[in-house]
């Protein structure tokens, strides 16, 4: 089972400042790697599809690079909507894994 | 609009069993693999289950083998997890969500509680 290791676990930022969460894969998991972003109370939401393709509809603010192993998801200048949990996931081999998700909480 | 409807949850008892389903509309049902995602409460995501779109493959997480079926209704537009010899540790809000690499829709989830 390929492990997926998020850091940190919790930001407290404010708005405007530029977010960079990472996730690093126990095994290389080519760059079949998405993102999501879950607020509270509702179900998670894709942001970023293989590592780097931004979700149709998702704002421009939200970006990923990465392959292999690492991993990033940038969010530029975060607006309080933004406030919530983000998720890595990978889909390279089964079982499917999630990291441990990060919270992103506004100042 | 795309999206996908779970229902059935509730609580029941250890050992117990529960079928949820899942009601897809606005996209071709039939052409798409689906997928079971839970959450226990306050923590994160677990994969459990995947079915492809003519069931020809499944696959299960460890956590359930054995225990959960998934099945699908492509008729009815509809998937389905037949959950048996239910544990504590099964307590959780179950997702439906599709797709064969990222997840996409999810649908609202529906929870499960398994107490006495």
């Known amino acids: 089972e390929i492990v997926l290791t998020q850091s940190p676990d919790f930001l407290s930022v404010t708005p405007k400042e530029k977010v960079t969460i990472t996730c690093r894969a126990s095994?290389?998991?080519?760059?079949?790697l998405h993102w999501y972003q879950q607020k509270a109370g509702q179900s998670p939401k894709l942001l970023i599809k293989?590592?780097?393709q931004s979700f149709s509809g998702v704002p421009s603010r939200f970006s990923g690079s990465g392959s292999g192993t690492d991993f990033t998801l940038t969010i530029n200048s975060l607006e309080a909507e933004d406030a919530a949990t983000f998720y890595c996931h990978q889909s390279s081999s089964l079982p499917w894994t999630f990291g441990q998700g990060t919270k992103v909480e506004i100042k | 609009e795309v999206q996908v409807v779970e229902s059935g949850g509730g609580l029941v008892q250890p050992g117990g069993s529960l079928r949820l389903s899942c009601a897809a509309s606005g996209f071709t049902f039939s052409s798409y693999t689906m997928n079971w995602v839970r959450q226990a409460p306050g923590k994160g995501l677990e994969w459990i289950s995947y079915?492809?779109?003519?069931?020809?493959?499944?696959y299960y997480a460890d956590s359930v083998k054995g225990r959960f079926t998934v099945s699908r209704d492509n008729a009815k537009n509809s998937l389905y997890l037949q959950m048996n010899s239910l544990r504590d540790d099964d307590t959780a809000v179950y997702y439906c969500?599709?797709?064969?690499?990222?997840?996409?829709?999810w649908g609202q989830g529906t929870l499960v509680t398994v107490s006495s």
């Open positions: 079915i492809t779109s003519s069931s020809t493959a499944i």
């Open positions: 969500a599709r797709g064969s690499n990222w997840l996409d829709p």
């Open positions: 095994q290389s998991v080519g760059t079949s």
């Open positions: 293989y590592a780097s």
